[in-house]
Every structure is written in structure tokens, then in C-alpha cells.
T-cell receptor, first 113, second 114 residues
Framework: KNEVEQSPQNLTAQEGEFITINCSYSVGISALHWLQQHPGGGIVSLFMLSSGKKKHGRLIATINIQEKHSSLHITASHPRDSAVYICAAPQLEEVGGNEKLTFGTGTRLTIIP | EAQVTQNPRYLITVTGKKLTVTCSQNMNHEYMSWYRQDPGLGLRQIYYSMNVEVTDKGDVPEGYKVSRKEKRNFPLILESPSPNQTSLYFC?????????????FGPGTRLTVL
């Protein structure tokens, strides 16, 4: 079973700071998902990456498949970035063929104006 | 607009009173899934479906039922809810071809069982 761990669990920063959230997983995978959960509860997909780096606006995600580690960075953080960020690793179950996601417990980010 | 809808968004009920949470997607996705989210535990899969009439248990199926009679709908049924089923529930869908494709989530249903 793939274990997915995130750090830190909680992070508070001042507006404008550079933010880094880390994700480690135990079983080799070929892709990783980063999700954002808004304070109201809704979940949206930010990135799905299998190698290197992806960038979307002020958000950058990197992955090192060999080290089983991914990071999510936010540049010039803003209060509207306050949310829970969740990483998730896909795994194919041997019985039944379910390709399911194993989720980390999330990092709660608070950006103070 | 491509979306997954869930109803109701909020529900307070009492132990033993059967309830159904509906889920519908308009993207013609084969794969649909139900998750529950509890503090400190992350999202856990309850049931999933790979296509019409094909459903199977996830990690925490006890106390839940599902059906997939149509491709777009995947209702979650609690025959006899108990307080330990108080949680935030998400329905999600994606194309079948792998967990390496984007998963679309519904807005969530916050259920309280008294």
C-alpha cells in the first residue's frame, strides 16, 4: 500500500513570502497529483506531473521520481492562496484493477496580509 | 460547463434514517468514486465504479451502498446511518484510463448523524 506523507501539516506565512509544501510517498509511481481544497470545502486539481516541473501562474510543482518526493511552491503568496493543499499518488490495485488515489492528509496554509 | 454535482450539500439526520446522496457528472466519465474526508485522515475511498453496473468496494465501504444504473449518476446510500458516518463526502469522476488523469470532484456533502 502506498503511504503518502505531507509536511508541514500547518503553515502560516506573511503575504509575499515564498511557500514550499512537501510530499513523500513510499511506493514508486509515475505521476503525482496536487489538489487545492478551498475553505468552503471544494477540491480542485492543480497539477498532475510525472517528471520535472510544472508551472501555473505563481504555483510551481516539482517531482523527483527516484527520491519519491514532490514539492509545491507558491511565489509571492497572497491571502487568497489560503487553503488546504493535498498531494495524491495513484496506485494500481493487483486485485480488481482499480487505479485509485492515495491521499496525503493535507497542508493547511494560511497567508496573513 | 463540465462539472460534478452533489445533493444535498448539507444534511443533518438521525441514527437509522435511510438517506441517499446523489452524484451526477456531465463529462461522460466511466470512473466514478465516493470519498469521505475526516480530520487527520485524508480522503478515503468508500466505493468506486468503473462503468455502468460495475461497482466495487474501496477502503471503507462498511455501512454504505452504491449503484450505477446510468453512466452519469452514482448515488451513495446509507441504509441505517450511524454517528460514525458523520463526515464530509465527495463524489469524483474521471476517464477510466488510469489514475494518471485529472479527477473532477463534486462540491462535497457535509453529513451529520445525531
Amino acid at each position: 500500500k502506498n503511504e503518502v506523507e505531507q509536511s508541514p501539516q500547518n503553515l502560516t506565512a506573511q503575504e509575499g513570502e515564498f511557500i514550499t509544501i512537501n510530499c513523500s510517498y513510499s511506493v514508486g509511481i509515475s505521476a503525482l497529483h496536487w489538489l487545492q481544497q478551498h475553505p468552503g470545502g471544494g477540491i480542485v486539481s492543480l497539477f498532475m506531473l510525472s517528471s520535472g516541473k510544472k508551472k501555473h501562474g505563481r504555483l510551481i510543482a516539482t517531482i523527483n521520481i527516484q527520491e519519491k518526493h514532490s514539492s509545491l511552491h507558491i511565489t509571492a503568496s497572497h491571502p487568497r492562496d489560503s487553503a488546504v493543499y493535498i498531494c495524491a499518488a495513484p496506485q494500481l490495485e493487483e486485485v480488481g484493477g482499480n487505479e485509485k488515489l492515495t491521499f496525503g492528509t493535507g497542508t493547511r496554509l494560511t497567508i496573513i496580509p | 460547463e463540465a462539472q460534478v454535482t452533489q445533493n444535498p450539500r448539507y444534511l443533518i439526520t438521525v441514527t437509522g434514517k435511510k438517506l441517499t446522496v446523489t452524484c451526477s457528472q456531465n463529462m461522460n466519465h466511466e470512473y466514478m468514486s465516493w470519498y469521505r474526508q475526516d480530520p487527520g485522515l485524508g480522503l478515503r475511498q468508500i466505493y468506486y465504479s468503473m462503468n455502468v453496473e460495475v461497482t466495487d468496494k474501496g477502503d471503507v465501504p462498511e455501512g454504505y451502498k452504491v449503484s450505477r444504473k446510468e453512466k452519469r449518476n452514482f448515488p451513495l446510500i446509507l441504509e441505517s446511518p450511524s454517528p460514525n458516518q458523520t463526515s464530509l463526502y465527495f463524489c469524483a469522476s474521471r476517464i477510466l484510463a488510469g489514475g494518471y488523469n485529472e479527477q473532477f470532484f463534486g462540491p462535497g456533502t457535509r453529513l451529520t448523524v445525531l
